[in-house]
């Protein structure tokens, strides 16, 4: 079985989000498990340059976009025992960036093709065609309409991976003609017209011969008015071809008993080695040196749709209790102030580091106790993933990913791997922390949790076995 798997972005090369994380490392999964499988994705000036030293030219040729023909390089490279294809053309990724141009329109129109011609020019012909979010959305759409009758592509089949509806890729029907050399025909409700433009997520969905999304919950979640961003209808209507895959991690970079980023590793035999990171932590960040007091994280875009809006609401309420809270992460300039302001507030109780540093949020998930994912919506989620593999005790709202591998602690069974509210409302929130904080004192309950926690399996191999079922089914 060949699989090409085309993303927009891959850890370690580039990463803005969970789709980088998942475009490395389900590969390297599906790899150990005997699929022959490659990664395509673009050549941005933001990849480190050790990476492009190593990249072997292969070829370059010209990709059609629109009436124009646009230079296209290949370059390859061996990393971790997953071949990788970089598309080089330096008009459309010689940026600082990755999204969020005027031209992403004609940027990601034109990657879609060349995915597709790089498959005529290379020494791998793929069985299916694994694509990614909105970026890659137009794959399918153009291999129907413009590949399908020559022989190396007529039995490629496509699957199609939702890691986020909310970001669509919606642009004027005008680029039908001047960037996707599609026709007018493709512009009506049941091919590629969106409320007036033309989505490359709906192209993604329509025409893949099966789609997937990053958990159970959010494949049912979807296909609702509530989170199915206007695509709710299309997503019923395919709802025998649409499967919720949990993602998973990566086990050689989320392991607590190996890890080089925290000063003690430790495992589930030796537990209390994790609270010398706290103490490490504290120390680190100017916070009282205290091993006793819980310690509750975050490691989050601050967003709306990661819930920091609830955060904020009960904030001062929370300073009052006997905790400390460190949040990394940056997004939304108004929460990145807000939280700034309240640090300086209450200096012994929060620490808001506003910034992205891997090493620091692998010290955030070994230190604390407490690991809190509010969400107002999350497909997936690897956050609480993470925390659970370094015994830290999520705190989510039942929803998407979360609500499929977090189980409330059930205090009259005893089973459970972390806590859990269910309304978006900031005083379920800080009643359930309230809860969590609760047990966090009886050292008989919490340590059988953080041992749950961490025996559990957030591996990408049982995932990894669903996905190679599901190529099956179409190959």
């Known amino acids: 079985m060949k699989v090409l798997f085309a993303s927009a972005e891959v850890v370690p090369f580039v990463k803005t ?29 933001d990849i480190p340059k050790e990476y492009k030293n190593k990249m072997e030219f292969i070829k370059s040729f010209n990709v059609r976009v629109g009436q124009k023909e646009e230079y296209c390089g290949i370059l390859y490279l061996e990393y971790e025992g997953v071949s990788y294809y970089f598309i080089d053309n330096e008009y459309y990724f010689k940026r600082d960036g990755l999204y969020g141009f005027y031209d992403d329109g004609e940027r990601f129109a034109y990657f879609n093709r060349a995915i597709l ?14 694509c990614n979010d909105w970026h890659t959305g137009m794959v399918s759409p153009l291999l129907k309409a413009h590949y399908k009758y020559r022989e190396e592509y007529s039995n490629i089949k496509t699957v199609f991976t939702i890691h986020n509806l909310k970001y669509q890729g919606i642009y004027p029907p005008e680029i039908l003609d001047s960037l996707l050399n599609l026709g007018m025909e493709y512009y ?25 999304t990053v958990s159970k919950s959010y494949s049912k979640e979807i296909q609702t008015p509530d989170y199915g ?20 991690i990566d086990y050689d970079i989320y392991n607590p008993d190996d890890d080089s980023h925290i000063l003690n590793t430790y495992n589930v035999e030796c537990i209390d080695e994790k609270y010398n990171n706290k103490l490490e932590l504290q120390n680190l960040l100017g916070l009282p040196v205290d091993k006793e007091v819980p310690m509750i994280g975050m490691v989050s875009r601050l967003a709306h749709m990661k819930g920091i809006d609830l955060l904020l609401q009960i ?95 059930n205090e009259f069974t005893g089973e459970g791997n972390g806590f859990s509210f269910t309304k978006y409302n900031a005083y379920d929130m800080l009643y359930t922390i ?42």
Request: hydrophobic share 40%; proline share 3%; glycine share 8%.
């Open 17 to 45: 989000g969970g789709l980088a994380d998942v475009a490395s490392s389900l590969p390297k999964a599906l790899k150990k498990l005997g699929v022959d499988i490659r990664v395509i994705l673009p050549k941005y000036s």
């Open 117 to 130: 011609e790089t498959i005529s020019l290379i020494e791998f012909k793929p069985d299916i065609i694994h």
């Open 188 to 212: 009506h409700v049941e091919a590629l017209e969106f409320y007036g433009g033309v989505s490359f997520m709906k192209g993604g969905i329509n025409y893949s011969d099966i789609i997937t």
């Open 229 to 248: 961003e206007r695509l709710d209808g299309l997503l019923r209507k395919r709802k025998d071809d649409l499967y919720g895959i949990v993602n998973g």
């Open 315 to 409: 904030l001062d309420e929370l300073m009052q209790l006997d905790i400390q809270i460190v949040v990394l992460g940056t997004g939304e300039t108004y929460y990145e102030s807000v939280l700034r302001e309240y640090s300086k507030k209450y200096p012994d109780k929060l620490s808001a580091n506003i910034l992205f540093d891997n090493s620091l949020a692998h010290k955030i998930y070994a230190a604390a106790d407490v690991f809190l994912m509010p969400s107002l919506f999350e497909p997936c989620g690897l956050g609480q993933l993470i925390a659970l593999r370094y015994g830290t005790l999520p705190i989510v709202r039942e929803t998407g990913g979360l609500n499929d591998t977090v189980t409330s602690y």
């Open 434 to 475: 309230k809860r969590a904080l609760k047990f966090y004192h009886d050292k008989n309950i919490w340590c059988k949790l953080v041992e749950a926690a961490m025996n559990g399996d957030y591996s990408w191999k049982n995932s990894a076995k669903e996905y190679i079922k599901l190529y099956e089914k179409i190959i």
